[in-house]
Nanobody, 121 residues
Framework: VQLQASGGGLVQAGGSLRLSCAAS????????MAWYRQTPGKQRELVAGVTSTGTTNYADSVKGRFTISGDNPKNTVYLQMNSLKPEDTAVYYCNADIIRAQGPYIGYVYWGQGTQVTVSS
């Protein structure tokens, strides 16, 4: 199982970016997917998450600006980021709790490679 993230880049403050993360491999079920971010010297923090039933949660710092959504048939999660601020600059990582098709039928946590988001002031 692999997670492939894309969509990062450089944008001016107030702009928008959309991140995508696709899971591939022998997947039985994806329990939930999420986006985290990390800046140098700081711990990785949860940005937003979505469960297989569509329940979402957000960090307070991004509520009202970011939207997470999942496309279950495509095993893909998106993060629409609007009204970006310089403090959103970070490496963004996707994360998923996945039950593999080959078993055992318990969730394993996978991480995608990071994608850099830079917001200029």
């Amino acid at each position: 199982v692999q997670l492939q993230a894309s969509g990062g880049g450089l944008v001016q403050a107030g702009g928008s970016l959309r991140l995508s993360c696709a899971a591939s491999g022998r997947i039985f079920k994806i329990n939930n997917m999420a986006w985290y971010r990390q800046t140098p010297g700081k711990q990785r923090e949860l940005v937003a998450g979505v469960t297989s039933t569509g329940t979402t949660n957000y960090a307070d710092s991004v509520k009202g600006r970011f939207t997470i959504s999942g496309d279950n048939p495509k095993n893909t999660v998106y993060l629409q980021m609007n009204s970006l601020k310089p403090e959103d600059t970070a490496v963004y990582y996707c994360n998923a709790d996945i039950i593999r098709a080959q078993g055992p039928y318990i969730g394993y946590v996978y991480w995608g490679q990071g994608t850099q988001v830079t917001v200029s002031s």
